[in-house]
């Protein structure tokens, strides 16, 4: 492939992730209810690990992973399928999913920082200053909600939990990145990480006492096959295929993209107004990726 053609393949990947994780915001408020949030995670990434695997079987591509390999699926299951989609679930029950929003925004800025410590990176002053332009869009963009939030003891904690699940999120990008450098394969080692996440999930709820119910309504089902399929079957293919290519912050950095996505499909579905400063903390989101794809590489 041309450079041109690489640049027009990974802005593909982040309009589609971008499209995808932005619907999922809405998709989740589907899932909510009578059914508990660890057994939805379960049935999504369930799901999503064996549509991978048939793919696997059917394209008879590698699916057996050596133990090195292993370890380091198992750090991205735990960390990323696991912790960061259970401790959102709980932080949104007690926090504006605005606010969450703000916090996910920072997920390129913590990427950065980390693998600082852990890879010894070098990051162009580019890269920090566009995830401080996502940090910002995202709390302009939100602001109104923000502002109107009741940060009693109850959405302290939810802030807390929101921050596990983005130190989760970067801790898994880690994983992953470890994963890269001893040839895992992509698809390969997101089945076993989903596989691992789900079986930490499924302890954890044996531990508190969870039921296992099934909601056999056509919102839910549906929105649990959309999640499974174009949520995290898809999308995280493209995600790590993207970061291996472009650089974990510039991949991460989706997450400032998807809330002006999330925002707009509540304006559709849920008769939900944009103000002003809206249209401003689009721009700043906007400003940060265009400086992110600019650069080079940021895993160099």
Same mark, same amino acid.
């Given at each position: ?7 027009? &393949?990974?802005?593909?990947? %982040? ?14 408020? @589907? ?5 508990? $949030? ?6 999504? !990434?369930?799901?999503? +690990? ?32 696991? %912790?960061?989609?259970?401790? /959102? ?8 999913? +605005? /606010? ?7 997920? +390129? ?22 995830? @401080?332009? #996502?940090?910002? #869009?995202? &709390? %302009? ?21 929101? !921050?596990?699940?983005v130190a989760g999120s970067a801790v898994g990008n880690v994983y992953a990145r470890r994963g890269q450098a001893i040839g895992t394969p992509i698809a390969a080692s997101t089945a076993w990480a989903m596989l691992y996440g789900v079986a930490t999930l499924v302890a954890l709820g044996l531990v508190r006492g969870v039921s296992w119910r099934f909601d056999m ?5 549906? =929105? ?18 993207? +970061? ?9 950095? %989706? =997450?400032?993209?998807?809330? $002006?996505? &999330?925002? @707009?499909? =509540?304006? *559709? ?15 700043? *989101?906007?400003? #940060? ?12």
């Amino acid at each position: 492939m041309t450079a041109r053609a690489h640049s027009l &393949a990974d802005l593909g990947a %982040i309009v589609f992730c971008t499209l995808a994780w932005g619907s999922t915001w809405y998709a989740i408020t @589907l899932q909510l209810g009578s059914v508990d $949030p660890v057994a939805s995670v379960v049935y999504r !990434f369930v799901l999503a +690990a064996g549509l991978l695997f048939a793919w696997l079987a059917l394209r008879r591509e590698q699916v057996m992973l050596t133990r090195a390999q292993h370890l380091e699926a198992l750090g991205l299951g735990v960390s990323t399928f696991a %912790i960061n989609y259970i401790f /959102v679930y709980w932080a949104e029950a007690r926090v504006s999913s +605005a /606010v969450v929003a703000v916090l996910f925004a920072s997920l +390129a800025f913590v990427n950065l920082a980390l693998f600082r410590v852990v890879f010894g990176d070098r990051a162009r002053a580019s890269a920090w200053v566009a995830a @401080l332009l #996502g940090i910002l #869009g995202i &709390a %302009i963009l939100s602001w109104g909600e923000i502002a109107q939030a009741s940060f009693d003891a109850s959405a302290w904690y939810g802030l807390a939990l929101a !921050f596990v699940g983005v130190a989760g999120s970067a801790v898994g990008n880690v994983y992953a990145r470890r994963g890269q450098a001893i040839g895992t394969p992509i698809a390969a080692s997101t089945a076993w990480a989903m596989l691992y996440g789900v079986a930490t999930l499924v302890a954890l709820g044996l531990v508190r006492g969870v039921s296992w119910r099934f909601d056999m309504g056509a919102p839910y089902v549906l =929105s649990l096959l959309y999640l499974s399929v174009i949520g995290s079957v898809v999308a995280f293919l493209l995600y790590y295929g993207l +970061a291996r290519r472009r650089g974990y912050a510039t991949a991460s950095y %989706i =997450s400032a993209l998807t809330p $002006p996505i &999330a925002m @707009l499909i =509540s304006a *559709v579905f849920e008769d939900k107004h944009w103000s002003l400063y809206a249209y401003g903390g689009v721009a700043f *989101v906007l400003a #940060g990726q265009w400086l992110l794809l600019r650069s080079r590489n940021d895993h160099n």
